[in-house]
């Protein structure tokens, strides 16, 4: 019911119910599709995997199949099927982030590996699957009853900025600014000594204060963007200003006065419910409103514990599905989808909402120069753009700073907005 859901009620925005009475279907005169094991009667077939009728996970087998520019995993063969594949079983499978549960091999900060996934091995994970499968199944159901009201799909573009460090030097703090200057000095880095000073005297913008260019471009651009802010307490990999500066509390409150908010859990509060509630309670206190949007530091995050936290907590929305070192479609789809616990074998009313690029990976993970960042990018918005689907991107403050490593950057973020702003007519059909 879950896969049937998604690609026939949220993807096609079908009426639609379900029987296993095959007097009651046969009965129905209306259109109509049949997915199970065995054919029966002429309505359209979907054949059926075990996937989707099974209890417990386990290493799943499959063959594959090339279909319409894509590779398909449960492949299916003989005649009458509507699909050479079980387009079910297979959106499921990536949409579950089943192979997740499965595999224990993790990067330097436990996270799963892009590389580790069945996309990435098929060269699919810049594809979104599940949006391409399902108008093909939509366009294919339609061919057998053309009347039948498929809805239209727009793209839309949600821009999503992650607050690790609101300023490079100012705010820090007598300690934190002490040490900060004596680092630069035993590494000889004048240039950095002369900048930091003229910050921390006026005279020179931080160079990670970009929210005014960000203003202006949401001004400019109609944009509807997220803010998810850092506020756990310093630690090695959180490095954010201190959420008890007076700064920093105004600053949160100008970003929240101009865009949605969420919390940015901190790299220390991994798995830890106790760090979390304390970091989305000071957050909350600041904006004088709830939190429910969420995206994990360092996307550092565990299926289905770090989801079965968020849900403890009543956050309502995720943003972390997407990997940090490759562009494309951790669950394989450019749209939001709740949240499917495998472990306990349940839909939850977690949303997660995937992204399908992030500035780090492009810059850090993958070294691609700017144009090369930009070709990227215009590839993957041509991707959702062709399905109707939801381009999110992820950014920084500091990388729209566009200094020192991320120089040129400003102007790479302008040239996309104005390319994503051209966006299609609605899709319908096949692509």
């Known amino acids: 019911m879950y896969a049937m859901e998604l690609l026939l009620g949220q993807l096609l925005g079908l009426e639609f119910d379900c029987t296993v009475d095959a007097e009651q279907f046969n009965a129905y005169e209306g259109p109509k599709m049949q997915y199970g094991s065995q054919r029966q009667g002429e309505a359209p077939f979907v054949k059926a995997f075990d996937l989707l009728f099974e209890r417990h996970i386990h290493e799943q087998s499959f063959r594959t199949v090339d279909f319409e520019g894509t590779v398909a995993p449960y492949a299916v063969y003989g005649q009458g099927n509507l699909l050479p594949f079980d387009v079910f079983a297979a959106s499921f499978f990536l949409v579950s982030r089943y192979e997740e549960y499965l595999s224990q091999v993790r990067d330097q900060y436990g996270r799963f590996r892009a590389e580790s996934t069945w996309m990435f ?80 005297r006026g005279k020179r913008k931080d160079p990670f204060d970009s929210f005014e260019f960000q ?130 074998d349940m839909v939850t009313n977690l949303r997660v909402h995937p992204f399908a690029l992030m500035d780090g990976t492009m810059r850090d993970y993958l070294n691609l120069d700017l144009e090369a960042s930009y070709a990227l990018t215009k590839q993957l918005i041509d991707e959702v753009k062709a399905v109707g689907g939801t381009f999110i991107y992820l950014t920084h403050n500091e990388t729209l700073g566009g200094e020192q490593r991320w120089v040129g950057w400003p102007e790479m973020y302008r040239r996309m907005l104005e390319y994503i702003t051209k966006a299609p007519e609605p899709v319908e059909g096949p692509i």
Request: glycine share 6%; aromatic share 12%.
């Open 121 to 200: 091995e098929n060269d699919m994970l810049q594809k979104p699957l599940v949006d391409i499968w399902t108008l093909a199944l939509g366009a294919r159901l339609q061919a057998v009853y053309p009347d039948l009201p498929i809805k239209k799909r727009k793209f839309t573009f949600i821009p999503t900025y992650d607050v690790d460090a609101a300023w490079a030097y100012k705010s820090k703090g007598v300690y934190r600014t002490l040490g900060g200057f004596i680092k630069d000095l035993s590494s000889g880095d004048r240039e950095r000594i002369r900048e930091r000073h003229q910050v921390l």
């Open 215 to 344: 203003f202006e471009l949401q001004k400019e651009f109609k944009l509807k963007p997220i803010y998810f802010i850092l506020c756990g307490e310093y630690d090695t990999n959180d490095k954010n200003i201190s959420i008890r500066k007076a700064a920093f509390r105004s600053l949160i409150k100008t970003l929240g006065d101009h865009a949605d908010v969420g919390i940015h859990p901190s790299f220390s509060s991994y798995l830890d419910i106790d760090k979390l509630r304390k970091e989305i309670n000071s957050l909350s206190e600041v904006l004088h409103r709830p939190l429910t949007k969420s995206r994990q530091h360092f996307l550092r995050m565990n299926l289905p514990r770090s989801y079965q936290k968020l849900i403890e907590l009543d956050i309502s929305d995720d943003y972390t599905m997407g990997f940090a070192s490759q562009a494309g479609f951790r669950a394989g789809i450019a749209d939001t989808f709740r949240f499917y616990d495998l472990e306990n």
